[in-house]
């Protein structure tokens, strides 16, 4: 604890020169409040840090606040109680519910992953550990405590802190904490102008000290019709007796996807094709859609509509059907980025085919099969073996749930003062570096770049 009240002590744990492990501490002179709890992903040495212990006293950490559930934002949420956390994680209701199921599923898939590491003997760990388990994920659950966005709450007598809305997936907000009439910025992930779900992002008016992140800070967005993509891929699957396979993420990707097919079905522009969405995790964040509505824009009769119009599987045994099942689909399974989850399944029996379609939307870290097939890989490794990629891999960017940087530039714009200083997080180097030369050259603001587990000092 620092005894200092008139500065802050800002410990960047992730998320800084890299696009995952979203995880901030800050100390203040009678609080240490942490901003965001996530696991690294991509490549193997970044998620060989999830395994490191954090470099800081983490029993004395009273608070983490949430900007939003993606894993990379609370996937480390269980080790932190582990470690000797014992206070409370706040977020809004909607960001705990998928929180909530994010963080049971990744424990479910880490046990599974283990035991067959070891069933298998693929690891070199002996024996294959969990990186955490479901009673790490409950420990932590039990600590959530959902607050309204909107509405100022204290801290202590110096320290306050807001959630608004930032339209990156449901729930998702940006961070406002005054600290001695100081204020810091946390954007987390900053969602789109145009969104079929959600509404544009809130934007801040004041910060002295802003995080933002970078993922898209060195491009636009193309000017892609999804419709007509999408309409395409779907007649030339049926055409060649094929699948078309959609690694998506669960949370508001899926939903997207699903919204856009079932558009596309009754505007007559697709014919009924069988659609599974093959994704336990999704079908529970589902249901969060229909829990608040208030957080986005399909009606309630939409939203049915929409659940009917797929066929969601209920078990593995349902996985296998869909696999057996030789007419044409689409099947919409996770992970995003190809890292895990049932997708691999689906990948595992139809990618040397080149009957085959795999769709790519959004982000592909470094390091991932999603990354690797984008870049062309004739060959892809899983459960262990490699498998020949046969299939035609295509790619939907404007489907992303992050702004680009004209998004982050208008987000950024309706900050009235000049903040004392600009910290760039969440992105790749180059990204970032492009993005940082592109404010100072706009805006004229002082911008750093941290690197992970730097220290900066700030006065308050």
Known sequence: ????????????????????????????GDLNIMIDCGMFQGLKELRALNWQELPIDVPAIDVVLLTHGHLDHVGYLPRLVRQGFSGKIIGTSPTLAIA?????????????????????????????????????????????????????????????????YNGHILGSTFIELDINEKRFVFSGDIGRQEDYLLQPPKR???????????????????????????????????????????PSFAVERLQTLMFVLWKLYKENKIPNIPIIVDSPMGHNVLDVFSQFPDWHKLSHSEYQAMVQHVTITESYRDTWKAIDDKRSKIVIAGSGMVTGGWVLTYL???????????????????????????????????????????????????????????????????????????????GEAAVMDAFRVKIQTNLKWIVAMPKLNDVEILKV
């Open 204 to 246: 801040p008016e004041w910060a002295d000290y802003l995080f933002v992140e970078s993922t898209y800070g060195n491009k636009l967005h193309p000017e892609e019709n999804v419709e007509a993509i999408l309409t395409d891929l779907v007649k030339q699957t049926l055409h060649k007796k094929g699948n078309l396979i959609i």
């Open 100 to 164: 909530e199921i994010i963080l049971r599923d990744s424990a479910k898939i880490h046990e599974e992953e283990a035991e067959k590491a070891n069933k298998e003997k693929y690891s070199k760990h002996e024996p294959a550990l969990p990186f955490y388990t479901t009673l790490d994920a409950e420990k932590a659950i039990r600590k959530f405590q959902p607050e309204l966005p909107d509405k100022w709450i204290a801290l202590s007598e110096v320290c306050k802190y807001r959630f608004q």
């Open 348 to 426: 595992q029996q139809l990618i040397d085919e080149s009957a085959t379609t795999v769709l790519l939307v959004g982000y592909q870290a470094e390091g991932t099969r999603g990354r690797q097939l984008l870049d062309g890989a004739h060959e892809i490794k899983f459960f262990g073996k490699y498998y020949p990629v046969k299939a035609r891999v295509a790619h939907l960017e404007s489907l992303s749930a992050h702004a680009d940087q004209k998004g982050l530039l208008h987000w950024m714009g309706g900050i009235k003062n000049i903040p004392e200083k600009v910290f760039l997080v969440h």
């Open 1 to 28: 604890m620092m005894n200092e009240l008139n500065q802050v002590k800002v410990t960047f744990l992730g998320a800084s020169q890299v696009v995952t492990g979203s995880k901030y501490l800050l100390e203040t």
